[in-house]
Nanobody, 127 residues
Framework: QVQLVESGGGMVQTGGSLRLSCAMS????????MAWFRQAPGKERDFVAA????????YYADSVKGRFTISRDNAKNTLYLQMNSLKPEDTAVYYC????????????????????WGQGTHVTVSS
């Protein structure tokens, strides 16, 4: 069974940076395509960024493009999200998601395409 544990959330001022981490256990991390989603209070869970099994392919929501970077370290079984130039509208609970992917170059951007989720980590950006 896949277990995903996020960390690195917190409170930061506008323009600041945070790095989120998501550690996987229970399965072979390098077999999984990964993504970050976020959910603001009263809103639906939205896609943020996705990465293929090898890390060679990434995709971002327009709202974070140029500010956030998704990456992974398959040797450490860990997914990352570097968030720079944070804005108040980035305030949300951030979730990592995983799905087994047979094609190394694929990434997935739909919530329904992921089978495993972490518990979330809170990010608050104050103005």
């Amino acid at each position: 069974q896949v277990q995903l544990v996020e960390s690195g959330g917190g409170m930061v001022q506008t323009g600041g940076s945070l790095r989120l981490s998501c550690a996987m256990s229970g399965r072979t991390f390098s077999n999984y395509a990964m993504a970050w989603f976020r959910q603001a209070p009263g809103k639906e869970r939205d896609f943020v960024a996705a990465i293929s099994r090898t890390g060679g392919n990434t995709y971002y929501a327009d709202s974070v493009k140029g500010r956030f970077t998704i990456s992974r370290d398959n040797a450490k079984n860990t997914l990352y999200l570097q968030m720079n130039s944070l804005k108040p509208e980035d305030t949300a609970v951030y979730y990592c998601a995983a799905r087994e992917a047979y094609t190394p170059s694929y990434y997935y951007i739909a919530h329904s395409q992921y089978t495993d989720w972490g518990q979330g980590t809170h990010v608050t950006v104050s103005s």
